[in-house]
């Protein structure tokens, strides 16, 4: 199946830096990406829908000018946790379907990033 | 947006099928069930969509009611790496592709 990669996979800042976590679809091309988080023991909560070329798409209660996504190939999308504070500390996962011809309907996730602010 | 709705968590014994059932009753014509899990620390993994027909691939069968307010999800012969959240997501219509909205899913717990 197809496959996608996020990097870091685990990542410890301290409070009031940003951080990049990227996500790669490494054999077939993405138009839209999407960015969840995930909080212990709970389920995965959409943030935003990650677009190619063009502005993200936010979920209801997300501050976009924290969470800075930018989706600018075909193949690549980096979420930025700017100003990280503890209560930021989370899993962040990402997700993409093929576009065009390759799209069978699935969603392919990445194997996510852990993020832990001090 | 149609919501799903699961048993919090469900016990197997390894060897046998698992059951996995969901209710999708406000499920609107063009939507799509998808079945995701979560083994613990990882990202999701797909494990079967389907729309009105029953379907089946090398992971397991989804069974759909006529009616298409529920569904269930079959693991024929449950192994202790099934153990996982189990989760059942209709997709929702956006303008940019269909997002997955997740739900608390099901606990199965695959037992020896």
């Known amino acids: 199946g197809a496959v996608v990669s996020q990097h870091p996979s685990r990542v410890i800042c301290k409070s009031g830096t940003s951080v990049k976590i990227e996500c790669r679809s490494l054999?077939?091309?993405?138009?839209?990406m999407f960015w969840y988080r995930q909080f212990p023991k709970q389920s995965l909560m959409l943030m935003a829908t990650s677009n190619e070329g063009s502005k993200a798409t936010y979920e209801q209660g997300v501050e976009k000018d924290k969470f800075l996504i930018n989706h600018a190939s075909l193949t690549l999308s980096t979420l930025t946790v700017t100003s990280a504070h503890p209560e930021d500390s989370s899993f962040y996962i990402c997700s993409a379907r093929a576009s065009g011809a390759k799209n069978t309907g699935e969603l392919f996730f990445g194997e996510g990033s852990r993020l832990t602010v001090l | 947006d149609a919501k799903t709705t699961q048993p919090p968590s469900m016990d197997c014994a390894e060897g046998r099928a698992a059951n996995l059932p969901c209710n999708h009753s406000t499920i609107s014509g063009n939507e799509y069930v998808y079945w995701y899990r979560q083994i613990h620390s990882q990202g999701p993994q797909y494990i079967i969509h389907?729309?009105?027909n029953n379907e089946t691939n090398e992971m397991a069968s989804l069974i759909i009611t006529e009616d298409r307010k529920s569904s269930t999800l079959i693991l024929p012969h449950a192994t202790l790496r099934d153990t996982a959240v189990y989760y059942c997501i209709v997709r929702v219509p956006s303008s940019y592709g269909n997002k997955l909205v997740f739900g608390a899913g099901t606990i199965l717990r695959v037992k020896s």
């Open positions: 389907g729309l009105k």
């Open positions: 054999d077939f091309q993405a138009t839209t």
